[in-house]
């Protein structure tokens, strides 16, 4: 019976250290997304140019951060978008403007304007709480005799020791909303800044019609692989079985049987004939990949991209 409210406090007090971290991540992305802002408006004097790619390398860091938090403190994964563009062949202007036609890097800027609005915001709730439970708990016994009469905590007019003893109840119900708040405010969190840290529509089709082009193609390798096998097994090795036994037979009778032996070779040689056929409408039969996952169009101006 112990063990219950004491592990529940612990994982309430990890929930509103969380919180605590997650309000301080608000900050500091707002901070790196007024670089960005800079970055951005220092572009028509060429600084810009230069500025921009470390500081959306920067932009992406926290975000990267919040995306792992996530899955680590709710058990929901965030697909990432794809990386920035880096290529260190380009000049700083050209880097600069593959990085503006990049969807993601506005989607991190959005963050950092919106987190510390409705993130930051979101988990101070149960912090504001917890500090002011604290306070009412804590601070005002001690100086409640310091303060004019018009001391009042939260809806308790504190102007003697009954009315200290009284304002302790609000104060310990803050407290307690607060712990039992952090770890569903957690949760709203990442539904929240889901959106604008998930990896955008168009890259999530193109993964999802990626994934289902390899899986189809997996599925025409498979499915050709059990052609190959049924057709070799019904044909071309039954026949070359067949072509055993019937050499079998002719080696028993070449002395006492002539006519029966020769009747025997020839079976061999049009079993011999129609396994090769069979061999060779088989290969035949085998469609390049390209040919059964475009079609032949595709598969005709295939050869002159290589």
């Known amino acids: 019976m112990l063990d219950r409210p004491r592990t529940f406090a612990s994982r309430a007090g990890v929930a509103v250290a969380r919180c605590q971290l997650a309000s301080l991540d608000a900050i500091a992305v707002s901070a790196v997304g007024s670089l960005v802002v800079l970055a951005l408006l220092l572009m028509p004097v060429g600084v810009g140019f230069r500025l921009l790619p470390?500081?959306?390398?920067?932009l992406r860091v926290p975000s990267d951060r919040a995306r792992s938090r996530a899955e680590r403190w709710t058990g929901v994964r965030i697909a990432p978008p794809p990386p920035l563009p880096a290529d260190r062949t380009l000049n700083a202007r050209k880097r600069s403007g593959a990085i503006i036609a990049d969807e993601g890097f506005w989607r991190d800027l959005a963050r950092a304007w919106l987190e510390p609005v409705a993130g930051g915001l979101l988990v101070?709730?149960?912090?504001?709480?917890?500090?002011?439970?604290?306070?009412?708990?804590?601070?005002?016994?001690?100086?409640?005799?310091?303060?004019?009469?018009?001391?009042?905590?939260?809806?308790?007019?504190?102007?003697?020791?009954?009315?200290?003893?009284?304002?302790?109840?609000?104060?310990?119900?803050?407290?307690?909303?607060?712990?039992?708040?952090?770890?569903?405010?957690?949760?709203?969190?990442?539904?929240?800044?889901?959106?604008?840290?998930?990896?955008?529509?168009?890259?999530?089709?193109?993964?999802?019609?990626e994934r289902l082009t390899d899986t189809r193609a997996l599925d025409i390798q498979a499915a050709e692989l059990r052609r190959i096998e049924r057709n070799l097994h019904d044909g071309a090795q039954a026949r070359l079985v067949a072509l055993g036994m019937t050499?079998?037979?002719?080696?028993?009778?070449?002395?006492?049987?002539?006519?029966?032996?020769r009747e025997?070779?020839?079976?061999?040689?049009?079993?011999?004939?129609?396994?090769?056929?069979?061999?060779?409408?088989?290969?035949?039969?085998?469609h390049p990949p390209v040919l059964a996952d475009r079609g032949l169009g595709d598969a005709v101006r295939a050869p002159g991209r290589f």
Not at 54 to 58: H, K, Q, S, Y
Not at 247 to 261: I, K, N, Q, S
Not at 264 to 286: K, P
Request: charged fraction near 20%.
């Open 247 to 261: 050499l079998d037979r002719a080696t028993r009778v070449p002395e006492t049987d002539p006519a029966r032996a």
């Open 54 to 58: 470390p500081a959306a390398r920067a």
């Open 264 to 286: 025997l070779l020839l079976d061999v040689r049009r079993t011999s004939e129609g396994a090769l056929q069979d061999l060779r409408d088989l290969v035949h039969g085998i």
């Open 124 to 209: 101070a709730v149960p912090l504001a709480l917890i500090e002011y439970g604290a306070f009412g708990a804590l601070v005002q016994p001690s100086i409640w005799r310091l303060i004019d009469d018009g001391n009042w905590y939260a809806f308790v007019p504190v102007r003697s020791t009954a009315t200290m003893l009284a304002a302790l109840v609000p104060a310990l119900a803050f407290m307690a909303a607060g712990l039992l708040a952090a770890p569903a405010t957690l949760r709203l969190h990442t539904r929240v800044s889901r959106p604008l840290l998930s990896v955008p529509r168009g890259v999530r089709l193109a993964r999802r019609v």
